[in-house]
């Protein structure tokens, strides 16, 4: 029982801490309606770039964390770049930016993953400072930094450039007539989903002490079963706080269910699968259900049309 408990701190925190690179994606998925794949490469791109200047450049980890961020506002703008200038569509430009922060992600690090054990993290100082354990001040900390990044994008999207990108993914034909530049909506959602999804890889890395080259492998799957899960969860919630808050759920939501079924005895080879059927399940049975309720409707109202003649 204890190990059951152990295993669900675990997999709240990390959950969590992911829930960062799920806003990220929900803002490109959702908002723009791109799936983004450039989120793969600058989530290990944020780890990367924080376990290294922690490591060698003796770096205060939360200015390490800035500059992760900024890196993958950076790569958020090259797959903009390529989308909005060169008018590749989105998915294959993220494709090619994902395939290059590979080669990006390994000259930065200068091999295939990078320990943090003997530095100190925001979450060692932390630890040191109150003697608490590490989960707690991961789910602590974490937390915080979700609640105060959802406080931030619900004040951005409220201004005048935040109802710009909302505009342009619910109609962007609409928007363009209205004399807005739809080119520059999509670089700045671009680059504002990356930085939060580089931030998220940063913190994660800091809590489990190393960053890896394939670290982010998967990370757009784990996004869009996390938004999914949200969605079902909050369906009747119309509060912008209140959707952005459903990503984050889903995100603990979708790492407790994982830390369930590897208890359960699944092979953690079998995760990967296991998440990509999760995610086809989830994203197909609300169309079904859609389909059988419009089929549904249209037999009672042909039987009450026929009824009536």
């Keep these: 029982m204890n190990g059951l408990l152990v295993s669900l701190e675990g997999a709240i925190s990390q959950g969590v801490l992911w829930g960062i ?30 376990a290294t200047l922690i490591v060698s450049g003796q770096m205060n980890p939360i200015l390490a964390l800035f500059i992760a961020t900024l890196a993958g506002l950076l790569a958020g ?18 494709i090619l930016t994902q395939i290059a922060l590979w080669s990006i992600n390994l000259r930065i690090m200068g091999k295939s993953n990078v320990p943090l054990l003997k530095v100190d993290t925001i979450f060692s100082k932390v630890v040191n400072f ?44 609409m928007i363009r007539a209205l004399g807005v530049n739809t080119k520059k ?28 080259i394939g670290m982010g492998t998967g990370a757009i799957v784990i996004g869009l079963a996390a938004i999914v899960i949200g969605d079902v969860i909050f369906r009747k919630v119309r509060n912008f706080a209140g959707i952005l808050t459903s990503a984050v759920v889903g995100s603990v939501v979708y790492f407790v ?10 092979n953690a080879n079998d995760m990967k699968l296991f998440s990509a ?33």
């Design 77 to 94: 703008a090259i797959t903009g770049f390529l989308h909005t200038i060169f008018e590749i569509p989105a998915i294959l430009a993220g």
């Design 21 to 50: 690179m799920v806003l990220g994606v929900y803002i490109t998925y959702k908002l723009l309606n791109i799936a983004d794949l450039t989120v793969d490469g600058s989530f290990a791109l944020g780890g990367c770039v924080c």
């Design 185 to 212: 909506s999509k670089m700045v959602a671009l680059m504002l989903s990356n930085g939060l999804v580089a931030l998220s890889g940063g913190i994660v890395a800091q809590s489990q002490k190393y960053a890896d």
């Design 257 to 266: 269910i994982r830390a369930l079924v590897l208890r359960l005895g699944m």
């Design 130 to 173: 109150l003697g608490m354990k590490q989960m707690h001040v991961t789910l602590i900390l974490g937390v915080l930094i979700v609640l105060a990044i959802i406080a931030i994008l619900y004040w951005f999207f409220g201004t005048e450039i935040g109802s710009v990108l909302r505009a342009t993914g619910n109609n962007e034909n």
């Design 277 to 309: 059927v999760f995610v086809a399940l989830a994203l197909c049975i609300p169309v079904l259900i859609r389909k059988y309720k419009q089929r549904r409707d249209y037999s009672e109202g042909g039987e009450k049309n026929g009824n009536t003649i």
